[in-house]
T-cell receptor
Framework: GAVVSQHPSRVICKSGTSVKIECRSL??????MFWYRQFPKQSLMLMAT?????????EQGVEKDKFLINHASLTLSTLTVTSAHPEDSSFYIC???????????FGPGTRLTVT | GQQLNQSPQSMFIQEGEDVSMNCTSS?????WLWYKQEPGEGPVLLIA?????ELTSNGRLTAQFGITRKDSFLNISASIPSDVGIYFC????????????FGAGTQVVVTP
């Protein structure tokens, strides 16, 4: 089956620093990747849509200067949380869309804790 | 984004029992997806549905794409302890550029 990896799985950083999260599709090419945020006991909240070779599209209320997204290739998208603050602490999950069957496969998630 | 109406919110069942959950929407979808998420992990795709009326099975799981294209259900037969988790439905509209709308999730707890 299709596999999506995320790195790191957990990260703790100090307030004011930046953190980069990588999302890779391992066995298929993904022209579109999505970034989600999930709070405890809640559903997934879409943050942005990342298309290879073009600028990301952000959902309403998501600060594009704070959450920088780069989709460098058909298998890699990165999310950088800039000047992180404790309220940015959350579970961040990416997904990659299989261009052939339009199914979305999720990564294992990254737990970000900002102290 | 918008959420689908997913019910029930939680289910506490005994091992061996069947489980049924459903999602409804005011919008028409061209794809329905069902995912399972365990604590601290990302959702795992269980079943994908592409046609109205389609009934698809994956082992003990069966899901159907409603005829109206506004609803879907997931059944788990003969539940086992490892079925524990949160199940999410997700719908994709034809003009959504791949964006999914998620249900709030159904938490399934299976007791031996």
């Amino acid at each position: 089956g299709a596999v999506v990896s995320q790195h790191p799985s957990r990260v703790i950083c100090k307030s004011g620093t930046s953190v980069k999260i990588e999302c890779r599709s391992l066995d298929f090419q993904a022209t579109t990747m999505f970034w989600y945020r999930q709070f405890p006991k809640q559903s997934l909240m879409l943050m942005a849509t990342s298309n290879e070779g073009s600028k990301a599209t952000y959902e309403q209320g998501v600060e594009k200067d704070k959450f920088l997204i780069n989709h460098a290739s058909l298998t890699l998208s990165t999310l950088t949380v800039t000047s992180a603050h404790p309220e940015d602490s959350s579970f961040y999950i990416c997904s990659a869309r299989d261009g052939t069957f339009y199914e979305q496969y999720f990564g294992p998630g990254t737990r970000l804790t900002v102290t | 984004g918008q959420q689908l109406n997913q019910s029930p919110q939680s289910m506490f069942i005994q091992e061996g029992e069947d489980v049924s959950m459903n999602c409804t929407s005011s919008s028409i979808f061209n794809t329905w997806l069902w995912y399972k998420q365990e604590p601290g992990e990302g959702p795992v795709l269980l079943i994908a549905l592409y046609k109205a009326g389609e009934l698809t099975s994956n082992g003990r799981l069966t899901a159907q794409f409603g005829i109206t294209r506004k609803d879907s259900f997931l059944n788990i037969s003969a539940s086992i302890p490892s079925d524990v988790g949160i199940y999410f439905c997700a719908g994709q509209a034809w003009d959504s550029w791949g964006k999914l709308q998620f249900g709030a999730g159904t938490q399934v707890v299976v007791t031996p």
